[in-house]
């Protein structure tokens, strides 16, 4: 509870949204190996580490939460507020995010979260996904994603939010926007999201079936931008990550800000509407009966 006090009054001061700034982030650090080591700083909480290079500037966000990483609104506080701190450091020009944990980099949303809650609960819940998503899709920061893991529904709306995703090329793992196969809908910004990466008529078909794909196939569609063994991930990632960092801070920004501020524009003009959409849909019986029989479906699946 402290935890989300604390957000709450940091959203609060700091407003909802981290508008791109014409400001420089250049704030690097020039220093030797030695003095590089011990810039490095480390952050933990139980759900999200943050090991942040002073020297490149660049902070890597490991998720942490057993079994499957679900975004519980514990985890998206946490995460939120991670995020906020690393966005307010000027020194921090670039964010890799990743999993610690082996073979999923996110479960998505945290069904428990959904089911059988009281409305009030239901949209505290949802502010808070609103609140990820705002704060990493206009971060300033540059973004990637390095996917070690699958990755469906909420886990696959992080990764879209950031700028370049690199994923382990294992069959076994999957991402893609599966709502409808849990019987609930896509709000009009995870739509919005996945169409700006990859297109209207692909996202129509993914978003209609609940489509998973494999990392192949996700490169295939664009819905990823790379795919790598596992053991070159995080390199790569750091590769993509200077290649972004390359390019003068203020241009990249005002850039990404063209690209997406139609869309975090138009949610954020429809968010109390979509808080109440969201808790009236999840809240129905029907919905409450289809998110039962996919949990028993997944325990099912695990006996
Ligand atoms: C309108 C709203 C928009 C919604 C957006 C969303 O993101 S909706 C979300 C859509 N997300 C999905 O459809 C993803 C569903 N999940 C999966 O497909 C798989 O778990 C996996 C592929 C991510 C990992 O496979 P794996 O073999 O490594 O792991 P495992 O399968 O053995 O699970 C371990 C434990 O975690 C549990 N648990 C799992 N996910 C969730 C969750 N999201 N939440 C809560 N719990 C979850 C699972 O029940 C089990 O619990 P138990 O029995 O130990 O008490």
């Given amino acids: 509870m402290a935890l989300r006090a604390a957000l709450r009054t940091k959203c609060a001061l700091s407003g909802f949204l981290s508008q791109p700034s014409s400001s420089s982030r250049h704030g690097r650090v ?4 030695v003095l590089a080591a011990q810039q490095r700083s480390n952050s933990t909480s139980s759900k999200i580490s943050v090991d942040f290079d002073q020297s490149t500037g660049v902070a890597v966000m490991h998720m942490k939460s057993p079994p499957v990483n679900s975004l519980s609104l514990d985890f998206l506080t946490e995460f939120c507020i991670s995020l906020e701190k690393l966005e307010m450091d000027k020194s921090c020009r670039g964010l890799i995010i990743t999993s610690s944990l082996p073979k999923v980099f996110s479960a998505g949303l945290d069904i428990l979260e959904m089911y059988g809650k009281s409305p009030e609960s239901c949209g505290e819940f949802w502010k808070a996904v609103q609140e990820m998503w705002l704060k990493l899709y206009s971060s300033n920061m540059v973004t990637v994603a390095a996917i070690n893991g699958s990755s469906p529904a909420g886990g696959c709306l992080m990764s879209l939010t950031c700028d370049y995703r690199i994923m382990v090329d294992n069959p076994r793992y999957s991402i893609g926007l599966n709502e409808t196969q849990l019987g609930i809908v896509a709000p009009f910004w995870f739509k919005d999201t996945m169409a ?21 196939e996700a490169l295939k569609i664009g819905l990823v931008d790379q795919i790598v063994p596992e053991e070159k991930l995080m390199s790569t990632a750091e590769q993509a990550m200077a290649k972004w960092l390359a390019i003068p801070a203020h241009a990249r920004q005002l850039t990404k ?31 409450q009966n289809s998110l039962r029989v996919y949990l028993e479906m997944l325990k099912k699946r695990k006996a």
Avoid: W
């Fill in 30 to 33: 020039c220093a030797s190996t």
């Fill in 196 to 216: 700006n990466t990859v297109g209207h008529r692909i996202t129509e078909m993914a978003l209609a079936l609940g489509m998973l794909y494999s990392p192949a």
């Fill in 257 to 287: 800000s063209m690209m997406r501020k139609p869309t975090v524009d138009r949610m954020t003009s429809k968010r109390e509407a979509d808080v109440q959409n969201f808790v009236s849909f999840i809240t129905k019986d029907a919905i």
